[in-house]
């Protein structure tokens, strides 16, 4: 049984950093792929930030230069530093698995920034 387990989020002030990790269990097939999504209320989910099997970031316009994707493959973990952040980067964060047999989800993690 395949197991995604995030941790991290909180609140922050404008301006803070919060650290999101994600770790998947249960798995014997290759990851080729490890994203982070999020949704605000009453918006759709987006797609923030991702990593390839291959090592290819990808990030959202809104946060580039402010988060900071990494993975640690002995670990099947992926790490999501986001610093300087904004009150419109208010959501919960969704880790998602993408395998050869498909994709698998967190629960979710709530991040609010507020003052």
């Known amino acids: 049984q395949v197991q995604v387990e995030e941790s991290g989020g909180g609140l922050v002030q404008p301006g803070g950093s919060l650290s999101l990790s994600c770790t998947v269990s249960?798995?014997?097939?290759?990851?080729?792929?490890m994203s982070w999504y999020r949704q605000a209320p009453e918006k759709q989910r987006e797609l923030v930030a991702r990593?390839?099997?291959?090592?290819?970031?990808y990030y959202v316009d809104s946060v580039k230069g402010r988060f900071t994707l990494s993975r640690d493959n002995a670990k099947n973990t992926v790490y999501l530093q986001m610093n300087s952040l904004k009150p419109e980067d208010t959501a919960v964060y969704y880790c998602?698995?993408?395998?050869?047999?498909?994709?698998?989800w967190g629960q979710g993690t709530q991040v609010t920034v507020s003052s």
């Open positions: 249960g798995t014997r097939f290759r990851l080729t792929a």
């Open positions: 990593i390839t099997s291959g090592g290819s970031v």
């Open positions: 998602k698995i993408s395998t050869l047999l498909g994709d698998y």
